[in-house]
Protein backbone atom coordinates (compact mmCIF):
# COMPACT_ATOMS: atom_id res chain seq x y z
CA UNK A 1 0.00 0.00 0.00
CA UNK A 2 1.16 3.69 -0.77
CA UNK A 3 0.08 6.68 1.50
CA UNK A 4 0.60 10.21 0.20
CA UNK A 5 -0.20 13.34 2.32
CA UNK A 6 -0.45 16.78 0.66
CA UNK A 7 -0.89 19.78 2.85
CA UNK A 8 -3.36 22.25 1.60
CA UNK A 9 -4.00 26.27 3.65
CA UNK A 10 -6.95 24.60 5.78
CA UNK A 11 -6.28 21.07 5.59
CA UNK A 12 -4.37 17.94 4.47
CA UNK A 13 -4.80 15.38 1.52
CA UNK A 14 -4.24 11.50 2.15
CA UNK A 15 -4.30 9.53 -0.51
CA UNK A 16 -3.83 5.52 -0.53
CA UNK A 17 -3.55 3.03 -2.80
CA UNK A 18 -3.90 -0.63 -2.82
CA UNK A 19 -4.94 -2.87 0.16
CA UNK A 20 -5.68 -1.95 3.92
CA UNK A 21 -4.73 -4.92 6.10
CA UNK A 22 -3.54 -6.05 9.10
CA UNK A 23 -0.06 -5.33 7.52
CA UNK A 24 -0.48 -1.94 6.10
CA UNK A 25 -2.77 -0.28 8.31
CA UNK A 26 0.00 0.81 10.74
CA UNK A 27 1.22 3.08 7.71
CA UNK A 28 -1.86 4.53 7.63
CA UNK A 29 -1.96 5.18 11.10
CA UNK A 30 1.42 6.76 10.93
CA UNK A 31 0.68 9.14 8.38
CA UNK A 32 -2.87 10.44 10.22
CA UNK A 33 -1.28 10.28 13.65
CA UNK A 34 1.95 12.26 12.33
CA UNK A 35 -0.71 15.20 10.83
CA UNK A 36 -3.05 15.12 14.45
CA UNK A 37 0.58 15.49 15.95
CA UNK A 38 1.11 18.62 14.02
CA UNK A 39 -1.94 20.15 15.51
CA UNK A 40 -3.70 20.07 12.19
CA UNK A 41 -7.24 18.24 12.39
CA UNK A 42 -8.85 19.00 9.64
CA UNK A 43 -8.51 15.53 7.34
CA UNK A 44 -9.90 15.08 3.70
CA UNK A 45 -9.30 11.06 2.74
CA UNK A 46 -9.23 10.50 -0.77
CA UNK A 47 -9.61 6.49 -0.91
CA UNK A 48 -10.32 5.95 -4.37
CA UNK A 49 -7.48 3.95 -5.23
CA UNK A 50 -8.17 1.28 -1.96
CA UNK A 51 -9.36 -2.17 -3.31
CA UNK A 52 -9.82 -3.54 0.43
CA UNK A 53 -9.66 -2.47 4.04
CA UNK A 54 -10.06 -4.42 6.86
CA UNK A 55 -11.27 -4.35 10.20
CA UNK A 56 -7.40 -2.92 10.99
CA UNK A 57 -8.39 0.03 8.65
CA UNK A 58 -11.42 0.61 9.97
CA UNK A 59 -10.07 1.11 13.41
CA UNK A 60 -7.33 3.66 12.22
CA UNK A 61 -9.91 5.70 10.90
CA UNK A 62 -12.90 5.79 14.00
CA UNK A 63 -9.39 6.59 16.25
CA UNK A 64 -8.61 9.63 13.54
CA UNK A 65 -11.53 10.35 13.82
CA UNK A 66 -12.11 10.70 17.47
CA UNK A 67 -9.20 12.42 17.63
CA UNK A 68 -9.63 14.68 15.53
CA UNK A 69 -13.46 15.76 16.76
CA UNK A 70 -12.04 16.20 20.32
CA UNK A 71 -12.74 19.62 21.44
CA UNK A 72 -14.18 20.28 18.53
CA UNK A 73 -11.54 20.63 16.55
CA UNK A 74 -12.12 18.92 13.02
CA UNK A 75 -13.16 15.66 11.40
CA UNK A 76 -11.96 13.24 8.92
CA UNK A 77 -13.61 13.68 5.86
CA UNK A 78 -14.12 10.54 3.54
CA UNK A 79 -13.81 11.27 -0.44
CA UNK A 80 -14.23 8.58 -3.36
CA UNK A 81 -15.09 5.66 -1.48
CA UNK A 82 -15.07 2.86 -3.65
CA UNK A 83 -18.39 0.62 -3.36
CA UNK A 84 -16.62 -2.73 -1.61
CA UNK A 85 -15.21 -0.46 0.65
CA UNK A 86 -18.45 1.38 1.38
CA UNK A 87 -19.98 -1.68 2.19
CA UNK A 88 -17.41 -2.62 4.70
CA UNK A 89 -17.79 0.91 6.22
CA UNK A 90 -21.97 0.39 6.27
CA UNK A 91 -21.64 -2.95 7.87
CA UNK A 92 -19.77 -1.91 10.54
CA UNK A 93 -21.95 1.16 11.36
CA UNK A 94 -19.37 3.67 10.62
CA UNK A 95 -21.56 5.83 7.85
CA UNK A 96 -23.18 8.02 9.76
CA UNK A 97 -19.77 8.78 11.89
CA UNK A 98 -18.35 10.23 8.59
CA UNK A 99 -18.98 13.21 6.30
CA UNK A 100 -18.84 11.67 2.70
CA UNK A 101 -18.17 13.39 -0.46
CA UNK A 102 -17.85 11.62 -4.28
CA UNK A 103 -15.37 14.00 -5.35
CA UNK A 104 -11.67 15.38 -3.38
CA UNK A 105 -11.90 18.80 -4.55
CA UNK A 106 -16.00 18.80 -3.02
CA UNK A 107 -14.45 17.23 0.18
CA UNK A 108 -11.48 19.95 -0.18
CA UNK A 109 -13.60 23.10 -0.63
CA UNK A 110 -16.22 22.04 2.09
CA UNK A 111 -14.08 21.52 5.09
Known sequence: MEVNNTEYKNC??????????????????????AITENGRYKIVFDLSGVEYMSSAGLRILI???KTCQRNNRGE???????????DALDLAGF????????SVMDAVGNI
Open 12 to 33: DLITANGRIDSSTAPQLGEAME
Open 63 to 65: STQ
Open 76 to 86: VILACIPQRVY
Open 95 to 102: VPLFTIYD
